[in-house]
T-cell receptor
Framework: AQTVTQSQPEMSVQEAETVTLSCTYD???????LFWYKQPPSRQMILVIR??????QNATENRFSVNFQKAAKSFSLKISDSQLGDAAMYFC????????????FGKGTHLIIQP | NAGVTQTPKFRILKIGQSMTLQCTQDMNHNYMYWYRQDPGMGLKLIYYSVGAGITDKGEVPNGYNVSRSTTEDFPLRLELAAPSQTSVYFC??????????FGQGTRLTVV
């Protein structure tokens, strides 16, 4: 079974600065998807970014980018120019390609933005 | 386009009562899921379905049942509610093994 580990229960960053959230995973598969989800206080789970394991290029979505290191099984999220609206829980998630049984989530990182 | 809709948003149950959490999606996704989220934890899979008439157990299925009679609907039934089922429940859907889209969650308290 796959496992996802987020080793930072909480992170704090000054507004406009850059922060990196860490995620490692364990799998014996070679093809899979990785995701970062954001959960603000509203509780809604919002997809931030996705990475397909067969793609070497790191995914980028505006101020959000990932550092995907397949050999190290590492998938970190970088948030540039942090904004107050970025304050939320961030969850890293893994999904097998061809797997019907959904995503495996880490325990999350609580991101605090200091004004 | 409503996406994934869950009802109710909040509910308090007494121990031993039963209830059904409703979930419907209008994206014509074939895969649907139920997760629970406990404080300080990520989401854990309760049940999933790959299409109408097909359901399967996830990581934490005990105390729950599901059915999938249509592509759109995937209700979760709690029988004989217990305090351990106090949690936030999320329904989600996806087009096969791509990213999942989530409902807004149901906060359930069993007292």
């Amino acid at each position: 079974a796959q496992t996802v580990t987020q080793s930072q229960p909480e992170m704090s960053v000054q507004e406009a600065e850059t922060v990196t959230l860490s995620c490692t995973y364990d799998t014996s598969e070679s093809d899979y998807y990785l995701f970062w989800y954001k959960q603000p206080p509203s509780r809604q789970m919002i997809l931030v970014i996705r990475q397909e394991a067969y793609k070497q290029q790191n995914a980028t979505e505006n101020r959000f980018s990932v550092n995907f290191q397949k050999a190290a099984k590492s998938f970190s999220l970088k948030i540039s120019d942090s904004q107050l609206g970025d304050a939320a829980m961030y969850f890293c998630a893994y999904r097998s390609r061809g797997g019907a049984d959904g995503l495996t989530f880490g325990k999350g990182t609580h991101l605090i933005i200091q004004p | 386009n409503a996406g994934v809709t869950q009802t109710p948003k909040f509910r308090i149950l007494k121990i031993g009562q039963s209830m059904t959490l409703q979930c419907t999606q209008d994206m014509n996704h074939n895969y649907m899921y139920w997760y629970r989220q406990d404080p300080g934890m990520g989401l854990k899979l309760i049940y999933y379905s790959v299409g109408a008439g097909i359901t399967d157990k996830g990581e934490v299925p005990n105390g729950y049942n599901v059915s999938r009679s249509t592509t759109e609907d995937f209700p979760l039934r709690l029988e004989l509610a217990a305090p351990s089922q106090t949690s936030v429940y999320f329904c989600a859907s996806s087009y096969q093994e791509t990213e999942a889209f989530f409902g807004q969650g149901t906060r359930l308290t069993v007292v």
